[in-house]
Structures are given as structure tokens and as C-alpha cells.
């Protein structure tokens, strides 16, 4: 045990590609997708002690983030105690900046998050394996955040082939005052293909990590959720008029992101981006870069 509690920071991700292949026997979708991580953080600070799982959030992305049971930190932290057979109490404090419902992982980040750092609080008996498994029962991108960088998604996005760290290129992302739903997603994918079986055609997604091959990859959900959000298919497009490497919702949505060579043209876009949406309440525009880890210790 190396003491009583811990901060740690949580990073989002984007996906550069995001395939969906069919559903499997069980109702889930079958899906490969890349995952890269980028240092847009949230602040996790657990402390062992007191009765229960207790949650508080703060920060300027708070808003929605329930401080509950239903909260996927808390649920961590209470799967993970279950599978130790522990009763020990638990508080997390969440320090929100990646935005809600927005395809970043903020909360499953943070759900990966408690999982690392209670297993080093705990100490003694917890196998990484044993985190590992408990990642996967909460959702399909919670174990990614526990290795970071980038890396290959398969099965439901929870199977995981480690993948050479691209370099760590500038690039925007760019949330819209909305929020689109993972389950309304999928539900609308299953209508729009009539729910194929398992095995299905999808043409499988292909790692190249030259930026021009990776700009020809897809996100089977843009058609989708453009469709339905037009104002998530302006930004794609209005990220897309500056020329990046490529410009590409993440996830579900509703957040888009564009990659530069420079980091003098991805600030040059910034500029020009907080221009276009001044009038525009609630949208955000977060400077990033290729993050090269995943969740990790800061005290």
C-alpha cells in the first residue's frame, strides 16, 4: 500500500477511425476502431477512508455529471472493491474539463482513472489482470485509457492491439452546445442497416500510420449523426475548410477533431474558428496534441 490517496489526471481520447462490422449474438455491435489519446485532461483524487463510495465533481465541464451511484467512477470504484472482496470506504473528487456526451471518454477516463489508482491504493492482491477485466464490464473504451496512446479496438472496442505512438501532432477539437446519445447512435445504425448478423461485410479498418493513409479511414457514424444533427456536420465542415491532415467526428459525437503538421496552422485555425462561433454559445475549442499515455499518476 503506498498510502491513503492519490491524484491522477485522465486524458481524452479521439478516434481516427471508427468501423462498425454488425451486431453479435448478445446485441452488441461488433466494431474496430483506432483510439488515440490527447492531453485534454480531467483531475481524479481518490481517498481511502470513510464509509462507502462518495463522489463529488467540480470544474468547468461539471454540468451532468451526476454525484451518485450512477456515476461511472463510482461504479468503478465499486466493482472494482467487489471483485478484491474489500469493504473499504472510498472518496473521488472529479475535476471535469472534457466535455459531457461529446465522444472524448471523459467518463470512461475517469472510470479507468479510479481503477489505476485504487489498485495502487489497495495495493497488495490486485493483478493488473484483474483490473483489466473489470474495465471491460463497464465499457467498450475503459480499458484503452488504462494503456493510453494509440491503439487498435476490436470485438465491442474493448479488445485492444497496442499500436506505434504517432507523433505528437497538433490538433483542434471542437465541441458543439449539443449531445448525442451512444445508445440513440447504435439504434439508429441498426435501422439505417436493417441489423445485419455478426460477420457482416463492414470492410474492415486498416492501421497505417502515414497521416495520408490515415486520413482515408472513416467514421461509419458521421452519416448518421449529421444527418440528424446539422450543426455537428457544419463544424466537421468548417474544421475541414482549413486544410488539415484530416477532419473527422469522434465517436458518436458530438464533438469533431482536425489534425495539422504545424502547430503554427493548427493556432492560425483556433483563431479563426473563435471568430466563426463567437455568437455561438456553448461551444468549445480546445488546443490539443497526440498524447503518448494514458491515465497516470501526478501525486
Known sequence: MIGRSLRLR????????????????????????????????????????GDGIRISV??????GVPESAENLAARAAAALLGALGSSAGVGIRLTKRIPVGSGLGGGSSDAAAVLYGLALLVGRGVSPETVTAVA???GADVPFFLRGATAFGYHRGSNLLILPPLTDLPGLVVVPDVRVSTFWAYNAWDLRRGAP??????????FNPDLEELARCRNDFETIVFAKFPEIESVQRTLAEGQPVLARLSGTGAACFAL????????????RLHDVYRNRTGYGIFRVRLFSG????LA
Open 260 to 271: 495539422y503538421r504545424e502547430a503554427s496552422h493548427r493556432d492560425a485555425e483556433a483563431e
Open 136 to 138: 471491460g464490464t463497464l
Open 197 to 206: 448478423a455478426s460477420n457482416s461485410a463492414g470492410r474492415p479498418l486498416r
Open 58 to 63: 467540480h470544474g468547468q465541464e461539471r454540468e
Open 294 to 297: 494514458g491515465v497516470e499518476v
Open 10 to 49: 485522465a486524458p481524452a481520447k479521439i478516434n481516427l477511425g471508427l468501423r462498425v462490422l454488425g451486431v453479435l449474438d448478445d446485441g452488441t455491435h461488433s466494431v474496430e476502431t483506432i483510439y488515440q489519446a490527447v492531453d485534454l485532461f480531467d483531475d481524479v483524487e481518490l481517498a481511502l477512508g
